[in-house]
C-alpha cells in the first residue's frame, strides 16, 4: 500500500498523534498570517463545496475568515449569512469597494466570470476562479495578461489536481515511476439529465489532468455523437471520443458520456510509461503496476466515511490551503489562471475538432476561435 503523503495526513494525526477528528491545535498553522475572503457568487457550488472547505480548514486552526459575499437575490442571501456568516451584498462591485479583503473566490454564473474576474484583479486583488475559466477565449487571455501585468495571483478551480489520489499520482511520475509518460487515457461520464453543456461542466476537469500529467497538447481529433438526447438543441453531441498528441511526442485518448450512469464510477485516468502504468480509479483508489511478477502497489482510502472529508478528499481544502498561502507569499500557486485558459482550450478545439471532421492543432487563435465555437454551440451569448 502506498505511503499517504499529501497535505492534512489525517491518518498520521488520527493514529500517530491520537488526533481522532484531526482538530488539536496546531499551533504553526494558527500562526499564519489571517486572510480575509470574499465570495462574488453564493450559489450552490459555494455553499456545497468551497464554504464548507473553508469551514473544515477553520477546524484544523487556518486562519481565514469569508468577511463578505454577493448574491443579487435577497432572501437567499441573508439566509446564507445567517447560515455561513458575512456581510451580504446584493451589488458586488459595492462589496469590493467596502470591504477590505485580501482575496476573492469567483463562483458566480459562467459567463459573468470575466467581468468579476477583471474587477477583482483591477482592485489588486487575488483571485481564485471556478471552471470554466471564461466563456472566450480572447476574454480568457486579456484576464491572464491582466493578472501578469498588475502582478496580481490568478488561480482556477481545479481541485482534482490537489485530490490525494491525483497528487500521489503526479508526484509518482514526477519520481520516474513509469520512465517517461508515453500515453494517457482518461474517462468521465456526466450522466445528469440536466446537464446540456457536457464538456464545460465536467470533461473540463479531465481537461486539465490530461495536461497535469501529460504537458501541453499539440494536436486534437475528435468524434462525437447526439444519440439520446437530440432535442437538446444548444449541444452538437452527448458522447464523445477525443485524441490528443502531445509536445512531448506522447499520446492520449479521452472520452466522455452526458447520457451514462455519472456515479457508478464516473471517472478512470490511466497512464502508460515503460513497463510500467498507472491508474486512478473514480478519483479514489490508485494502483502501480511496475513489475511482471511482483504485486501491484495500491492507494485506497482506509479509514471509516465518517472520518472522511468531501471537501479534503475532492481537492477543495488544498486548493483553498494554497491559495491562501499564495496570498501570504508562502506558496506558488499549483494551477493558475493560464492552466484554467488551456484547459477551456481544449474544450473549444474539441468542439471544433467535432465540427470540421479534422485534426486541430494548438495553439489556437483566440479570436477566430471564439467565432467558430459560436457556431457550434450556443451558450446565450449570440449578439
Not at 498588475?150 to 489520489?165: E, G, H, I, Q, W
Not at 499549483?334 to 470540421?356: I, M, N, P, Q
Request: aromatic share 10%; hydrophobic share 40%.
Amino acid at each position: 500500500m502506498l505511503e499517504e503523503t499529501y497535505g492534512h495526513s489525517p491518518l498520521r494525526k488520527m493514529f500517530d498523534q491520537a488526533d481522532v477528528y484531526g482538530v488539536a491545535y496546531d499551533e504553526e498553522r494558527a500562526a499564519r498570517r489571517k486572510v480575509r475572503l470574499g465570495i462574488i457568487g453564493a450559489g450552490a457550488v459555494a455553499v456545497s463545496k468551497h464554504w464548507p472547505a473553508i469551514k473544515r480548514l477553520q477546524t484544523i486552526w487556518e486562519p481565514v475568515e469569508v468577511v463578505a459575499f454577493a448574491r443579487r437575490d435577497e432572501r437567499a442571501g441573508k439566509a446564507i449569512a445567517e447560515v455561513w456568516g458575512g456581510r451580504w451584498y446584493r451589488d458586488y462591485a459595492e462589496m469590493l469597494d467596502r470591504e477590505p479583503l485580501d482575496g476573492v473566490l469567483v463562483l458566480g454564473p459562467n459567463d459573468a466570470h470575466t467581468e468579476h474576474t477583471t474587477a477583482c484583479i483591477e482592485k489588486g486583488l487575488p483571485v481564485l476562479v471556478e471552471k470554466p475559466f471564461a466563456l472566450s477565449l480572447a476574454d480568457g487571455q486579456r484576464v491572464c495578461r491582466l493578472a501578469e501585468q498588475r502582478r496580481v495571483p490568478l488561480m482556477t478551480v481545479a481541485n482534482k489536481r490537489y485530490s490525494p489520489p491525483y497528487r500521489r499520482a503526479k508526484r509518482l511520475l514526477d519520481e520516474g515511476a513509469l520512465g517517461e509518460p508515453a500515453m494517457f487515457a482518461g474517462k468521465f461520464n456526466l450522466g445528469y439529465e440536466y446537464v446540456t453543456h457536457l464538456l464545460e461542466a465536467g470533461t473540463i476537469h479531465l481537461f486539465d489532468l490530461t495536461r497535469f500529467f501529460m504537458g501541453d497538447v499539440k494536436t486534437v481529433h475528435a468524434v462525437g455523437v447526439n444519440k439520446y438526447r437530440q432535442d437538446r438543441t444548444r449541444y452538437p453531441f452527448d458522447h464523445v471520443m477525443i485524441s490528443f498528441e502531445f509536445v512531448s511526442g506522447a499520446v492520449g485518448q479521452l472520452f466522455s458520456s452526458g447520457a451514462a450512469l455519472s456515479l457508478k464510477p464516473w471517472e478512470r485516468v490511466e497512464i502508460y510509461g515503460r513497463n510500467a502504468w498507472l491508474a486512478v480509479e473514480d478519483q479514489c483508489e490508485l494502483v502501480l503496476y511496475d513489475s511482471e511478477s511482483g504485486p501491484a502497489k495500491s492507494w485506497r482510502p482506509v479509514v471509516p466515511n465518517t472520518l472522511l472529508f468531501d471537501e479534503e478528499f475532492g481537492g477543495f481544502m488544498g486548493l483553498i490551503e494554497n491559495f491562501l498561502q499564495v496570498i501570504r507569499g508562502n506558496e506558488a500557486p499549483l494551477v493558475t489562471g493560464w492552466d484554467g485558459y488551456h484547459a477551456y482550450e481544449l474544450d473549444v478545439s474539441t468542439l471544433l475538432a467535432v465540427k470540421r471532421g479534422d485534426t486541430v492543432t494548438l495553439p489556437l487563435d483566440p479570436v477566430a476561435a471564439d467565432a467558430q465555437r459560436r457556431e457550434v454551440v450556443d451558450y446565450g451569448d449570440r449578439k
